[in-house]
Structures are given as structure tokens and as C-alpha cells.
């Protein structure tokens, strides 16, 4: 009885281990429709920098902004869309000091910007001068108590 045991427990060993064996011999083989159908493209990160332009140079076409993650240097194409408000226009109508929000994509390593929105600077208030400021109103005089009777 005990060999005959053995004898079972030793086949179902075998096989299982064969079992395991061809398994991993399905798995290493490549299927071949795998390989005939075209690579795809990991799809395209669209990033967004919201900040004040540190440096514009038109002709290289290249665009800096500070965020508050820090500094982010860009590169333009001729792709590239530049909106001051609601007109279109160049890169180089971006100035230094201008606060824009840009999208870009990272391409071979480099940032790329496919658009710049520039904000319209608020117009400063400027303090009225001393002289023409209106003198301030005389205080109204403390209202009078009521004398009410008794309690």
C-alpha cells in the first residue's frame, strides 16, 4: 500500500511539473498577431504653466515662465498659438512681466508650447494726490439719551 503511494504521488509530481514546464513555454513564444499589428502611440501629455514670463526671445523662439513649481523653459513651433485677450498675435508680443498660461507637450525631451494665453495686465489705481482729495465730513454729534420713567 505504501508503494503504491508513492508510486502516485511521484507520477503527479512528474506531471505537474511537466504541466508547469509547457506553460512557460506557451508564455515565452510571442503570438505572431501581436506583432503584426502596428505599434501604438502612447498618448500625448498635455501639461499646463501658469506664471509671469522671465524671458522671451522671438527668434529662437523660445518662451521662460515662473510658476510657483519654478521655472519652466519653452520652446515655440510654428504651431504654436499666442492670444493677447481675444486677438491673435506673435511670440514676440509677449514681453517680460506679461502673466500667461501656457499648455505644452514634452517632445524628445523638450517642452514644447502649443499655446500661450496672455492675461490682461489690471490697470493700476493710482491714489488720489493729497490735494484732491475731499476733506473728511465733521462727525454727527452723539445722539441724546431718552429719559424714560421709572424702571
Not at 524671458?55 to 504654436?80: I, N, P, Q, Y
Amino acid at each position: 500500500m505504501k508503494k503504491t503511494i508513492a508510486i502516485i504521488v511521484s507520477a503527479l509530481f512528474v506531471l505537474s511539473v511537466a504541466g508547469f514546464s509547457f506553460a512557460a513555454d506557451q508564455q515565452a513564444a510571442p503570438a505572431p498577431e501581436k506583432e503584426a499589428a502596428p505599434a501604438k502611440k502612447a498618448p500625448v501629455k498635455v501639461q499646463t504653466v501658469a506664471g509671469e514670463v522671465v524671458a522671451v526671445d522671438a527668434a529662437a523662439k523660445t518662451l521662460t515662465v515662473k510658476s510657483k513649481k519654478g521655472e519652466v523653459a519653452l520652446s515655440a513651433d510654428d504651431k504654436t498659438s499666442v492670444k493677447v485677450g481675444k486677438e491673435k498675435k506673435a511670440l514676440a508680443d509677449v514681453k517680460a512681466g506679461d502673466k500667461v498660461t501656457v499648455k505644452y507637450t514634452e517632445v524628445n525631451g523638450k517642452n514644447v508650447a502649443k499655446s500661450v494665453a496672455v492675461s490682461a495686465a489690471p490697470a493700476k489705481k493710482e491714489a488720489p494726490k493729497a490735494a484732491e482729495q475731499k476733506p473728511a465730513a465733521p462727525a454727527a454729534p452723539p445722539a441724546e439719551k431718552k429719559k424714560t420713567g421709572g424702571y
